[in-house]
């Protein structure tokens, strides 16, 4: 059984960390790009990949209401999962596509 995503008002778990590390590794193999993570005033963590090149988003990741919204701004674009593992998987497929251009 897959377990729920911690509540509202709690930064990011260990578990979660090491999922945004494979994010944050493509970000230091791709030039221009950084990732920054805060949180909501609520306390609901969040990150984005900036293309500081281009001056866009490339990626917006956030925990909301217990499951997981990836963002692609530019795309106009974006979808939810249950589990951290299947968000990372799908925001590295895009990423990895937008990355290698």
Do not use: K
């Not at 866009?56 to 701004?73: G, Q």
């Not at 979808?79 to 990895?96: K, Q, S, W």
Request: overall charge negative; charged content about 25%.
């Amino acid at each position: 059984m897959v377990a729920l995503a911690p509540s509202s008002g709690t930064d990011w778990t260990d578990e979660e960390r090491a999922h945004l590390g494979r994010i944050e590794s493509l970000c230091h193999s791709t030039e221009h790009w950084e990732m920054e993570c805060l949180h909501t005033e609520a306390g609901d963590p969040w990150c984005i990949i900036y293309d500081r090149h281009a001056h866009v988003v490339v990626l917006h990741f956030a925990r909301i209401d217990r499951r997981y919204v990836i963002v692609w701004p530019e795309q106009r674009r974006s979808i939810n999962r249950a589990t951290m593992e299947a968000a990372i998987d799908a925001a590295l497929g895009e990423l990895v596509v937008r990355g290698a251009a």
